[in-house]
């Protein structure tokens, strides 16, 4: 008696005759060019076609950007970043990441007037994530950043303040503001960008979760810079076209490494012949859209700093127009502050940085403020100057080198 007291199953007798080949109306995935039986739809998984890049590659006009915003005027993403479709996990950002400490909110002063929260993003973005910047409507060329944790605020203070980028000398200066607020009707800047723009939900930050972010490292800035995500069989003429059209210096030496097998973008070292080159192409090429003819969709390119220069070892098509000239220590270019030139040293104390310091104890009172008023920034209210607060000294990190990420 078989299990539940029901007997046990007998399979029917075969009536194929013996010697007979079975023969069965379902094609076999082992099976091939089968013509399936009348009436059954075939499964059979087809093979996809290889990927195969075009023999000619035209590069179309790179339309004007699109700044998504919430109800409140507020800026969300990256302008080349679409936020309204569904993303993969690597693209997906862990919220967590984002600390609200003191530490993670800095000053930037003596912004050139061209630059807009984008830009400070395309620059700040190799050493951490940016959660939100906003440029101060009541004061041009100061805005607040946002960062994911204090280490990342310390190292944009280690790296970038003083550089001189658009003939001007960016300051960094710690804040004790431990969030920024979004309010509503904030207006815009004037190449019509909103002044703030909220960065935690944007794939474009290479450390927003775990996966992505043990693929990134760090290391200070370099007139050599590291270019990827370009479209396949991509030409130095083609890249140096891109950082032409966005408005850098195109580069002088380009590198574009030889592809390996199944490889579906292009990557290389690009080069200038001063830092303040490389940081200008950084900040008005990086995730720069390249639209190509007869793509559906723009390749991003993405770019980050090197730690080698272009040497005459490397692997692929070069484009040297003349060889790198000695790179002079120091800063390069006019030094710039509030329009006037500057020789001294960016780190040296006179009143001109005490008043930064008072401006930016006023910027937190602000910020700390309640009835915050919504159509600006009341920086010009009256204040104590004793309790301007001091430069924190910036922590030791043990981060090593270069920020990069997967060609993908």
């Keep these: 008696m078989g299990y539940y007291g029901v007997g046990p199953l007998i399979p029917p007798v075969c009536n194929v005759t013996p010697g007979t080949p079975f023969a069965s109306p379902y094609p076999g995935y082992w099976q091939s060019n089968v013509i399936p039986a009348a009436g059954i739809q075939s499964f059979r998984p087809q093979t996809a076609a290889g990927f195969t890049p075009p023999s000619q590659i035209i590069i179309l006009p790179t339309p004007p950007p699109t700044h998504q915003v919430n109800a409140t005027g507020i800026g969300i993403g990256h302008s080349t970043s679409n936020l309204s479709i569904s993303t993969p996990a690597a693209r997906q950002s862990d919220l967590s990441v984002f600390e609200v400490i003191e530490g993670v909110v800095l000053m930037v002063s003596n912004i050139p007037q061209r630059m807009n929260c984008d830009h400070l993003f395309n620059l700040l973005c190799l050493y951490g994530n940016v959660a939100r910047i ?12 946002q960062v994911g944790n204090p280490e990342t605020g310390d190292l944009i203070h280690r790296y970038f303040n003083g550089v001189c980028v658009f003939g001007q000398v960016i300051q960094f200066h710690h804040s ?57 069989n991509f030409s130095p003429d083609d890249i140096c076209r891109v950082f032409a059209d966005s408005g850098a210096i195109p580069p002088p030496r380009v590198v574009i490494f030889t592809s390996k097998a199944g490889q579906k973008t292009s990557l290389g070292l690009v080069e200038w012949d001063t830092l303040t080159e490389a940081l200008e192409a ?37 484009l040297i127009r003349y060889p790198a000239p000695p790179l002079m220590p120091g800063h390069h270019g006019p030094l710039m502050i509030n329009g006037q030139r500057n020789d001294r040293a960016p780190d040296s104390s006179n009143g001109e940085h005490e008043d930064e310091l008072d401006i930016l104890s006023k910027v937190e009172k602000a910020e700390g403020c309640a009835n915050h008023e919504a159509k600006g920034d009341p920086v ?21 080198s270069e920020v990069t990420e997967n060609k993908t």
Excluded: C
């Excluded at 990086?286 to 090197?306: C, D, E, Q, W």
């Design 134 to 145: 906003k440029f101060l409507k009541t004061r041009p060329g100061y805005a607040l950043v």
């Design 176 to 232: 004790k503001v431990t969030e920024l607020k979004e309010h509503e009707n904030l207006g815009t800047l004037s190449d019509g960008s909103p002044i703030m723009k909220n960065y935690m939900t944007d794939p474009n930050n290479r450390f927003r979760n775990q996966m992505v972010a043990a693929k990134s490292r760090i290391l200070e800035p370099s007139r050599t810079l590291h270019f990827f995500n370009a479209p396949l």
């Design 282 to 318: 950084l900040i008005l090429a990086n995730h720069r859209p390249v639209h190509l003819s007869g793509y559906a969709h723009p390749f991003h390119l993405k770019i980050a700093f090197s730690p080698k220069p272009i040497s005459d070892d490397r692997a692929g098509i070069s």
């Design 380 to 400: 010009d209210a009256k204040s104590d100057s004793n309790k301007s607060p001091k430069n924190q000294e910036f922590r030791n990190t043990s981060k090593s």
